[in-house]
Antibody, heavy 127, light 111 residues
Framework: EVQLVESGGALVKPGGSLRLSCAASGLTFINAWMTWVRRAPGKGLEWVGRIKSKTGGGTTDYAAPVKGRFTISRDDSKNTVYLQMNSLKTEDTAVYYC??????????????????WGQGTMVTVSS | QSALTQPASVSGSPGQSITISCSGTSSDVGGYNYVSWYQQHPGKAPKLIIYAVSNRPSGVSNRFSGSKSGNTASLTISGLQAEDEADYFCSSYTRGTTLVLFGGGTKLTVL
């Protein structure tokens, strides 16, 4: 069974740090581009950032609200992607999901069509 | 970059067809053929039902179809069934620092 399992969510004070993990199973993780999205209470989904596979360059991209504060990394030996969150703000309060796309034949949809979603982990930033 | 705009709710009777719209701009929906649609039942993970505007992943019913005109994409569900009652949301690739925009979601009620 293909699965993504997030962990690491917690209550943290403004200005604090937190690292989320997302463990993958049932997919060829080394080839997957991994994305983090979040849903704040009462709001819609928001794209947070993405890390390409190492063969794809291994580079990262981030949404403007988190750029410079959040860092995505991956450990292909552990089939795990991480989201390091620093200088947390109250507006970062949300459920964080890791997700990934797919390849069909020669066409890949890593950045636009997400077939696998984790169950999410809650991050609450509050004093 | 603002989220894509969807109606909050739509409804239809079994056997009918309904359409859900997803409005964006020329920088996202109108600029790329990378619109996707997701179905989400309560307590479940989203399920991809349409990608690249009008393509269905393997296993998705052909009652689901997608299209795009200008800056607005649409999801049509034909032959409505009770099991189609769920939340539906769209996404689009976009230019800028944010690579993907999501719609706010539409609750489909099957009467």
């Amino acid at each position: 069974e293909v699965q993504l399992v997030e962990s690491g969510g917690a209550l943290v004070k403004p200005g604090g740090s937190l690292r989320l993990s997302c463990a993958a199973s049932g997919l060829t993780f080394i080839n997957a581009w991994m994305t983090w999205v979040r849903r704040a209470p009462g709001k819609g989904l928001e794209w947070v950032g993405r890390i390409k596979s190492k063969t794809g360059g291994g580079t990262t991209d981030y949404a403007a609200p988190v750029k410079g504060r959040f860092t995505i990394s991956r450990d292909d030996s552990k089939n795990t992607v991480y989201l390091q969150m620093n200088s947390l703000k109250t507006e970062d309060t949300a459920v964080y999901y890791c997700i990934t796309g797919f390849c069909s034949g020669a066409s890949c949809h890593w950045d636009d069509a997400f077939t696998i979603w984790g169950q999410g982990t809650m991050v609450t930033v509050s004093s | 970059q603002s989220a894509l705009t969807q109606p909050a709710s739509v409804s239809g009777s079994p056997g009918q067809s309904i359409t859900i719209s997803c409005s964006g701009t020329s920088s996202d929906v109108g600029g790329y053929n990378y619109v996707s649609w997701y179905q989400q039942h309560p307590g479940k993970a989203p399920k991809l039902i349409i990608y690249a505007v009008s393509n269905r992943p393997s296993g998705v019913s052909n009652r689901f179809s997608g299209s795009k005109s200008g800056n607005t994409a649409s999801l049509t569900i034909s032959g409505l069934q009770a099991e189609d009652e769920a939340d539906y949301f769209c996404s689009s690739y976009t230019r800028g620092t944010t690579l993907v925009l999501f719609g706010g979601g539409t609750k489909l009620t099957v009467l």
